[in-house]
């Protein structure tokens, strides 16, 4: 029984450590890119662009870490 009760422990303290791990990096992904930049990036947003269609062109340009993360997000 105490083995039992040890795995499932120690199976929920690694589900906690990696939950944590995934926040932090999502949080990471989600912070501006370079927030000292005064630098200046056209950015066209075309009739009929979707979402999912305009996070590639941002990653690309610098604008987003991670297309995913922002899609997700």
Known sequence: MKKVVLIITGFIVALIIG???LMFY???QLEPVNINSADYVEFNIKKGDTYYS???RLEEKGLIKNKDIYQLY
């Open 26 to 28: 999502v949080k990471k």
């Open 19 to 21: 939950l944590l791990c």
């Open 54 to 56: 305009i996070a590639p």
